[in-house]
DNA sequence: CATGAATGAGTCTTCATTCAT
DNA sequence: AATGAATGAAGACTCATTCAT
């Protein structure tokens, strides 16, 4: 019978540390493995515990893989400069390392090849990391906007998308880790954005 | 003395239609399910055959997928017009129409995954979809660079990036399937690489 | 911190009723089936226990079954007699008596038929069954030639053989099963080491 | 329709070069491989046919092995010599020998291993090897006995049966393959058969 | 006759999950 | 709480045999 007196749990309380080093070992091998690929055997023997510990913490895979996912913190704190370039440049750079250090392009593979059958994977990598790195992206050109290095009109999104985008477009063409390509991308960027817009081929849209 | 008539095999011939139902339903599967989690069983019966008259064919599984996706047509034939902004846009819808038609984010999210594991995978899908439908971008750039409506010394692989990395960006931020998508990534990198080329922020590179 | 209790492990206990039950199986149906037609169910259902049980004692088939060899018991203790003929006698019966006992000639057929693949079923078999049997008729033998009732330069190996060999050749025969071949073969052999050796058809080897 | 008209085979009549290669290539693999781990492809490859034409010919696998062993000729005519320590060490060692070119200890284990499944692989041996190498070491004995070199009420089944069973006894010892094994053993069974005895440790038999 | 295709039954092994200590 | 044992449900691959050419 389970203990239900709250606020004072009966017992030997759960190692934190099992949970981390739980968090961690499914993380890691999320990526490495995939989805299916990857087995509670090897996250216990990563992790140092039993599979039964794991057990008691998550009660399916698919808990353990989506507390992994959601314990992870991925967007790095932005970079506290002031010119424009530089700071796009710096969030576009860190998303890349980032990726890198966690495998993660394969991480991404699996959240996008499991959406059908977990798709709180790629929710909460959406959420966790997608989004938070898109708000940094905007904000920035925000101010830019606000300081008259963007055209007043200049929709923000579509910008934000042809940031990272070619970062997606270069590894799946085999380009990927090409040290260059976060300058490019914001220089096309701004490049299109500037602000003597008279009449480019940039029609309004439908 | 062996039949030494060329030409003309003997024994029973292999059913062609059952070669083309295997790889169909691999193909859909493999998007679908997953490489590990898509079973020959489900292949089997998908298409119709048995599993023996799978493996028949296909020594193994992983030949049996890559196969799947070589034999996979997903880059049609570019479209004949003039305009250069309207080709990019049609490449581009063309890519989206595909991608949505053979569930084709979770076809790549699974060769990303797989990447370690059966590295063919990936290689095919950029060979046989990633590159060619570069290559017809560049073309179109290219011509649009000739015919003086993009600068002369822009570099041309960045702005393709620029024209597919939306794609992928706006899936990943939940903003997939927006139909304004390819026209707002063309106007911009049109925009970019307009010739009047005074003064922007595009600093040469490092 | 980890258990650091020594001698009292953690978890479950292994039920040691269930290593006997599948040792047991494992080695009657290696007997009665051969080591390839034997299959892990039959084991499994036969032990009372699942597959899977045993593949956790049990890496792989063929672990299965050396330890089941293994651990077969198949020489008794030697019987505790004075007189030559008598002891002989006996040994040559106990070993006959085993071997109907496990089907063993089934199972020494599933050894030599394996040796090409699993050569540690024949190598366990010898250790185990074939070479103590073998001590114990040789000891018999040399107290028998220190009393004087066996030639002393006899050579004994080959009277070994001798003894025992006919069992093999009289199943191969189809005269298996008669309970006087024991007799007979020591017979045969006593009287051929009989110690009034003048000079008989036994030439000296070249 | 079958044709029925016999003694006048209507169309192409069977190759016998394949029916030869059939056997052949299954004996060698009933040898090399025993039974069940044997496959029919195998066989097919290594006679150059494919495995329709065996089953054209074998109903089954335990037909075409069957038939593959009964076609075998493993006993070669018998040395033409007068001495009889000569002529049984001759047939000893063509026995040792031929079990050698055929791989038959396994050959042997196999027959042995099936004899619960296909009895007729072990009956086939007997009849066809195992009997009349027997008959061919009694003739020789009787023979010896009219001579009167061997006791005239000697037992000649158990002395067969003593000169061919070391063979098998080393065998198991792992003693095989040693060549002074056939003399030592007709010699100790002639010393044994030897006609002075007068009153020898060899009680007569109950 | 001869061949290659097609198949259904079967085998070892893996794995997420539940139990007992 | 933590651990190891136990298990049922697959899954890829093999093979003797039957069909179609």
Known sequence: MRTTK????????????????ILAAALELLATQGYVRMTLDQVASAAGVSKSTIHLRFKTKADLLTAALAAARMVDAPPPSGDV?????AVLEDFAATVERVNGMALIGTCL?????????LALLRERTVLPRRALLREVLEQAREAGQVRPDADLEPAVSALLGP??????????GRPEWAEQAVDLVLAALAPQASDRGGRPRS
């Open 6 to 21: 709250i606020g004072k749990k009966a017992g030997r309380p759960r190692s934190a540390e099992k949970d981390e080093a």
């Open 85 to 89: 370039r530089t700071d796009l440049v």
């Open 113 to 121: 090849a499991e959406e059908d059958h977990t798709p709180d994977l």
């Open 167 to 176: 970062f997606y477009a270069d590894y799946m063409a085999g380009r990927g």
